[in-house]
């Protein structure tokens, strides 16, 4: 706790870290709020984005960063809600760490390594400059997937919702810890010359899989509908991130290069503490020596995959080019180095310490906190521009939006397109009037054009993130434009009647032919075939967790008896 809280002091004295991601988990849990005030409990879209013409970023990114945040947002003021957040996920991080390493080592030794699992330059690296949240509470989960996954005895039910939490928290994360647990699974198969584990643990991922299923099957689904290929565009691909790289983007190799060194010091520190190890494994149980050699071919397979040469297994292995960035994988590389930390210290600390030794051994870990916080604060804070800060963006949320995603896109659409200070409705003479031209000028500011309007009354009784009606009266037959992007779960009626096939715009917007009159319009967010799936299978696997969970209970009070 005292380490966890050492290493948020920065962000309370000099203020929020605005790092590489922070606008947009900022955005994202203030529009959560929004949607909490109009009565939407689970969003799906975020109607700030896009300049207030909103895209569909909470089908794809996964719930437990945005809904977190925003439950910190509601009852914390908006700048303490980044600090409070770090705060918790390190301390989460160091008591599921504990909690792991306890399983192999003393306490003593499980509670140095867990501190130096909080304290790694690598999630400091996340929490400070990256700001990347969402990996950051991926980084809680991790050790109990080691711990769930190296375990003897069964354990499909936790384990299986390790792997749910995992894919509800990061994407990346994830795919990095299903990989990372095929990994444990195959090195426990064969040490044990048993399949039955091999089959365990694809029972306990395939429950996880269908517990999360609520948002996995959408986001999967639904990328047909959308640009995600530009996650993945030059500068975010696999093969411009390997250690030290070069690309020539000035501010792209800057964060290589720092990773890289960081990916130096923790690799050296590992083998390190590898080979103090050695000696005091081998002269131990084999669970010990379980944990030594699982966290070594973990250390091992890392280091392969962060230089070229494994281009070709990230090209071709299911999903793993979506990590983006090689050293990603220092996530999983923290948690084989502190283990293997405290492993090097079995033996070393007495069963009953005198009052100096605990006294020396307390100041030394605060001193430690005391230190990598530092060197965080100084290589890693990033300061928040005028147009960054909290004050500042929370102003411009209320106004007119930030500028989208890009990979949250709509198919065929080009969201630079999409000018700023658009009216909420406009009634103009032909489907693709009054659009911008983004190779010219990127989102410029709208100026009204008489010649493409339509004079009509316009009345808006209902504007809401996910939920809107308007009534337009216009004088002849036209099109109506909405400050909104078009996409396949907004269902629209007009006068009643349902609108299926609609026109396309460049920019993206929802064009709706109108006829000369009155024209009451209902448009609403929708759950779509692939969401009620998801629901289904989220609802079966769900009933199966109950029945492990009251057949293990019904074990164990068995077994007491």
Not at 219 to 245: N, T
Not at 552 to 557: A, C, D, E, F, Y
Request: aromatic share 12%; charged share 15%; hydrophobic share 50%.
């Amino acid at each position: 706790m005292a380490c966890a809280a050492i290493a948020v002091l920065p962000l309370a004295w000099r203020g929020t870290s605005c790092g590489h991601d922070f606008d947009f988990h900022l955005q994202s849990w203030l529009e959560v709020v929004r949607h909490w005030h109009e009565g939407i409990l689970y969003p799906h879209w975020n109607s700030s984005a896009n300049y207030g013409a909103g895209e569909p970023r909470f089908v794809f990114y996964p719930p437990a960063t945005w809904l977190l945040g925003a439950i910190f947002g509601a009852v914390l003021p908006w700048t303490w809600t980044p600090i409070a957040f770090t705060l918790l996920a390190l301390f989460a991080c160091g008591l599921t760490f504990y909690t792991m390493a306890r399983e192999w080592m003393e306490d003593d030794a499980a509670a140095v390594a867990s501190c130096i699992y909080v304290l790694n330059p690598y999630l400091l690296f996340v929490a400070y400059e990256r700001t990347a949240y969402g990996e950051l509470l991926a980084a809680i989960w991790l050790p109990l997937l080691v711990l769930y996954g190296l375990r003897k005895q069964q354990s499909v039910l936790p384990l299986s919702l390790i792997v749910a939490a995992l894919w509800l928290t990061n994407a990346p994360s994830a795919v990095m810890g299903c990989y990372l647990l095929a990994l444990i699974t195959a090195l426990t198969a064969i040490s044990e010359r048993s399949y039955a584990r091999i089959l365990q643990v694809a029972g306990a991922t395939a429950l996880g899989l269908g517990l999360a299923a609520f948002y996995i099957v959408p986001a999967a689904y639904e990328q047909r509908w959308i640009e995600i290929a530009r996650a993945i565009a030059p500068g975010m691909r696999i093969e411009d991130s390997f250690l030290f790289g070069h690309t020539g983007e000035a501010f792209h190799d800057q964060v290589l290069r720092t990773a890289s060194w960081i990916a130096v010091a923790m690799l050296v520190t590992t083998v390190t503490a590898a080979w103090r190890s050695w000696k005091h494994v081998q002269n131990h149980a084999e669970k010990q020596s379980r944990l030594w050699s699982t966290m070594v071919a973990t250390a091992v397979a890392i280091l392969l995959l962060l230089f070229p040469f494994s281009d070709f297994l990230w090209t071709h292995a299911p999903e793993l080019k979506f990590l983006q960035f090689p050293w990603r994988l220092l996530l999983a590389l923290a948690i084989a180095m502190s283990a293997l930390i405290g492993l090097a210290l079995r033996g070393s600390f007495r069963e009953a310490p005198t009052k100096k030794e605990i006294l020396v051994r307390a100041v030394s870990m605060l001193a430690f906190a005391a230190i990598m916080t530092s060197i965080a604060a100084f290589f890693f804070w990033q300061p928040c521009d005028d147009e960054d800060n909290i004050t500042a963006q929370q102003a411009t949320f209320k106004s007119d939006g930030f500028e989208g995603t890009d990979e949250y896109t709509a198919i065929s659409t080009d969201n630079g397109d999409i000018q700023q200070g658009l009216p909420l409705v406009r009634v103009l003479k032909s489907t693709d009037a009054d659009q911008a031209d983004s190779s010219v000028a990127e989102n410029p500011q709208w100026v009204q054009n008489s010649t493409d309007t339509v004079p009509a009354q316009l009345q808006i009784n209902r504007w809401q993130s996910e939920r809107k009606d308007v009534v337009i009266t216009a004088p002849v037959a036209s099109y109506a434009v909405f400050k909104l992007m078009d996409y396949p779960a907004w269902r629209i009626q007009i006068n009643g009647a349902s609108v299926g096939l609609r026109p396309h715009r460049d920019d993206g917007l929802i064009v709706l032919p109108i006829p000369a009159g009155r024209s009451v319009i209902s448009i609403r967010y929708s759950a779509t075939s692939d969401v009620e799936l998801g629901r289904s299978l989220s609802l079966l696997a769900l009933s199966i967790a109950i029945i492990l969970l009251f057949q293990t209970k019904r074990q164990q009070i068995h077994q007491v008896s």
